[in-house]
């Protein structure tokens, strides 16, 4: 049975719950346009301050969430999870309970409307509320919510993060936040009464307030020991986000709102705060962990730009998808890309722990188009370049190259860097062994016939070799006859009729099963029998046309259940799927080979990777 206040009433509601806002909205937009001026003032205060809530929440999610900037200051190093983000998704569920609340406030008290803008007088008396009244009054309550019932039934969900993050601050049960709402509304209230109120002080208040809660949330240290160092007495006036991750860790002790002079007088305060505090903010300079895996992506377009947990942490952690929302900050994705361009080096974006090893993703700061350009070409290999050797210069164990990092016309498919720099320890794999075998797992042992696109590629190649051994003809569209007898004598000779040049689309109108490893238009799709698969290992995908047709995602595979840290998605893929070059990359550094893989795919190897893959725990991604 739900104890008693523990549920919100508009849990279910889904994007519905901002319904609620409506009232408030509707009278302002009423008193805008059919009235001379804005009769119910604090209706409009009430949703801008919960926008600026919202927004102070976002912008302390953008930054925690900024790896590049924070991964030496993350005070736990393990990573919000998928079942952690979908606890937390409604986490914004107290900013409608208290916009409510202010507005039964509002109708109760009219003389709301007379406050002044500014006065001095009232900061003073509501710090002194906050200090007397509003820190005595959370710290003992939230020491009573950590015993028997009240733990059980209401803040433990609070504590079921395991990692801090700015969101965890707001996710709470209803009883929590109704206390929380009194404790926040007790120095505003009171200086209103004593004729001190204004609404810079309501503003400032609720700003700083939401600021200190989401600072102790964000599980990055920002407060430099030295400040403590120089004024001592302050650490009892202010907390760190240190001080109260211990009491995410240890929950026996500091309990304070933001003071942790309360601790010390209620014998609470843990006696490693400062020690812990000193030794994170003073090692921030320091480099981190070394991941043992990276796996170099790139951008796609400016709207998938957005799909990173920096961004929108909800959104990042389901599939990519356009959505109307982003449409809006395009215009600023724009101006981010030209910056990226000009000013930005490779950086990391996500990470996740497999088995004791830390696997991360840096991105090179260039999109898809940008690799067409015969002029950025060279700059990108630079950074690709440069991030190799950051590798190898950091200790990391193997690097994969994502779809366009690895292009054959770009460096050769990591064969330029390999050359280049011959004594590299980090071993460099473009991970296409593990994408041919993917797809090939995917075509039913039962084909006799296949029609390939893309049929000279790296990957075209390799599966066309590989698909002729087990006997299947293979239509290979293309024009250039030099490459496609080039690729026939690597065949044993028993095996090469059942290699077949095609010029044109429509020699492939009986053939159900089509592998796309070239972009093809609906017009050209058109030529494929009604009940074709399409397996494809290009990018992007192409459009899903027909729909007499059934369409294969990219290659990928799913990551073993026992990753640890896993909150985004990559790309359009599902929870915990990612591309099958970064799967490769996975394998390679699980196995502990010391090989490059880079070049031309060794066919004999896509069995010997396929299985090495699945004996670690990765599985196929079923398209059929």
């Known amino acids: ?47 801008v301050i919960c926008a600026l809530r919202g927004l102070i929440h976002q912008l302390w999610n953008s930054y925690s969430t900024t790896l590049f900037l924070t991964r030496n200051r993350r005070i736990k190093q393990e990573g919000v999870d998928f079942k952690q983000i979908d606890r937390e998704w409604d986490w914004d569920n107290f900013l409608i309970l208290h916009a409510l609340l202010a507005y039964m406030a509002c109708l109760i008290f009219p003389s709301l409307d007379d406050l002044p803008l500014w006065n001095p007088k009232g900061f003073i008396t509501l710090l002194f509320l906050h200090v007397t009244v509003s820190e005595p009054l959370y710290y003992w309550a939230h020491r009573y919510f950590h015993e028997g019932y009240l733990f059980t039934h209401y803040h433990s969900l609070h504590h079921s993060s395991s990692v801090t993050h700015p969101y965890t601050a707001g996710h709470a049960t209803f009883l929590e936040h109704l206390i929380l709402c009194v404790v926040i509304g007790i120095p505003m209230a009171g200086s209103i009464m004593m004729g001190y109120g204004s609404t810079s002080m309501v503003y400032g208040y609720v700003s700083a307030f939401d600021f200190l809660r989401c600072l102790g949330h964000s599980n990055v240290e920002v407060v430099p020991h030295e400040v403590f160092n120089k004024l001592p007495f302050l650490k ?38 400062w020690h812990l505090h000193k030794k994170i903010s003073s090692d921030s300079a320091k480099n981190g962990r070394v991941p043992d895996f990276v796996f170099l992506a790139h951008g796609v377009d400016l709207t998938s730009s957005m799909h990173a947990p920096f961004v929108f942490r909800s959104f990042a952690s389901v599939p990519f998808s356009t959505r109307i929302f982003l449409l809006p900050l395009l215009p600023v994705a724009f101006l981010v890309m030209l910056i990226m361009w000009a000013w930005s080096k490779t950086f990391l974006i996500s990470f996740y722990n497999l088995r004791g090893h830390l696997h991360q993703t840096w991105v090179v700061p260039r999109f898809g188009f940008q690799y067409f350009l015969p002029f950025a070409m060279e700059g990108i290999n630079k950074r690709i370049e440069e991030a190799i050797l950051r590798a190898d210069r950091i200790g990391v164990k193997v690097i994969s190259l994502a779809a366009l990092n690895k292009n054959e016309a770009l460096n050769g498919g990591g064969t330029l860097f390999v050359e280049k720099h011959p004594d590299l320890k980090v ?16 075509i039913p042992k039962d084909v006799e016939e296949v029609f390939l ?12 070799l590989y698909l002729c051994r087990r006997r299947v003809r293979v239509l290979m569209l293309t024009l250039s006859t030099e490459r496609f007898q080039k690729i026939q004598r690597e065949a044993p000779a028993d095996c090469q009729n059942y290699l077949v040049q095609v010029t044109k689309y429509q020699a492939a109108q009986n053939c159900k099963t089509w592998i796309v490893g070239k972009w093809i238009t609906p017009r050209q799709q058109s030529w494929a029998p009604s009940g074709t698969h399409f397996h494809q290992f290009v990018v992007p995908p192409i459009l899903a046309f027909r729909r007499d047709c059934t369409y294969g995602d990219l290659a990928a595979m799913r990551l073993p259940d026992d990753v640890e840290g896993l909150g985004s998605c990559e790309y359009t893929m599902e929870r915990g799927v990612v591309h099958a070059c970064h799967a490769g990359g996975v394998v390679h550094q699980l196995e502990g080979w010391t090989h490059h893989e880079v070049g ?6 896509i069995d010997i990777v396929w299985k090495a893959a699945l004996k670690h725990g990765l599985r196929p991604v079923s398209s059929m």
Not at 25 to 35: C, G, M, P
Not at 454 to 462: F, P
Not at 600 to 605: E, F, K, P
């Open 1 to 47: 049975m739900v104890a008693p206040l523990s549920a919100w009433s508009w849990e279910n509601f889904g994007v519905f719950k901002y319904l609620l806002y409506g009232p408030l909205a509707a009278k302002v937009l009423y008193s805008w346009i059919y009235e001379d001026s804005i009769k119910d003032l604090w209706c409009l205060h009430i949703l």
């Open 236 to 273: 009892y006036f202010l907390y760190t986000p240190t001080y109260h991750s211990l009491h995410h860790t240890e929950m026996g002790t500091n309990f304070c709102l933001f003071m942790p002079l309360f601790d010390a007088m209620g014998n609470t305060l843990n006696r490693n705060s």
């Open 427 to 442: 071993r460099v794999v473009h991970g296409n062994t593990l994408t041919a075998a993917v797809i090939l797992n995917e």
């Open 453 to 464: 696109t893309g049929a000279t590629s790296k990957l075209g190649r390799a599966i066309a």
């Open 600 to 605: 031309a795919i060794d066919v004999d190897r």
